[in-house]
């Protein structure tokens, strides 16, 4: 099989959909906040890393998963409105059914964090690990989303 014939076997827009996805001030508000999450989650990750091989700076890098973790939730629930509005469904939009998956094991090692954090019930060296996998989770997520955007420009220059 083709790529152009899998192209057009699986196409993640309608016609309607993509003017909805168009028309959307969500579609913007994602455009901007995620490579603005994806800037604090490098910073974020160089000040994990430092504190992992210094042992210095534990509170700036808390801080710095803490708001990593803000635009996590920000974007997922901007998302979640972005897919109501585009694909009328709040999540798990067949186009986007694997990555919102992913988002949410995503969200979950995030939450344990914060969980561990807030309630001491787990050590700075387990949260460190915690954060690392979830910040590993975090890049295949983002690199799924890549490719869905990379499919939908393709398909758009397959369709003029």
């Known amino acids: 099989m083709t790529s152009a014939t899998s192209s057009q076997q699986f196409r993640l827009y309608t016609p309607q959909q993509r003017a909805r996805r168009d028309a959307t001030v969500w579609t913007v508000v994602q455009g901007v906040l995620a490579p603005v999450q994806f800037v604090v989650f490098l910073v974020s990750l ?17 801080a710095s998963i803490i ?20 694909f009328g469904q709040w ?6 059914f694997w990555e919102d ?3 949410f094991v995503v969200i ?19 949260l460190i690990a915690i954060i690392l996998l979830a910040y590993a989770t975090y ?3 983002a690199g799924q989303f890549l490719w869905k955007l990379r499919v939908a420009r393709l398909q758009m220059q397959v369709a003029t």
């Open 91 to 96: 999540l798990f939009a067949d186009a986007f």
């Open 139 to 141: 890049v295949i997520n």
């Open 67 to 86: 708001v990593k973790t803000g635009f996590l939730y920000l974007i997922m629930i901007t998302g979640a409105i972005w897919e109501k509005v585009v």
């Open 101 to 103: 998956v992913f988002s």
């Open 46 to 62: 160089a000040l994990v890393v430092r504190y992992m091989t210094s042992g210095e700076g534990y509170g700036v890098a808390t």
């Open 108 to 126: 979950a090692l995030h939450s344990l964090y914060l969980y561990g954090l807030l309630t001491g019930s787990i050590s700075p060296d387990v």
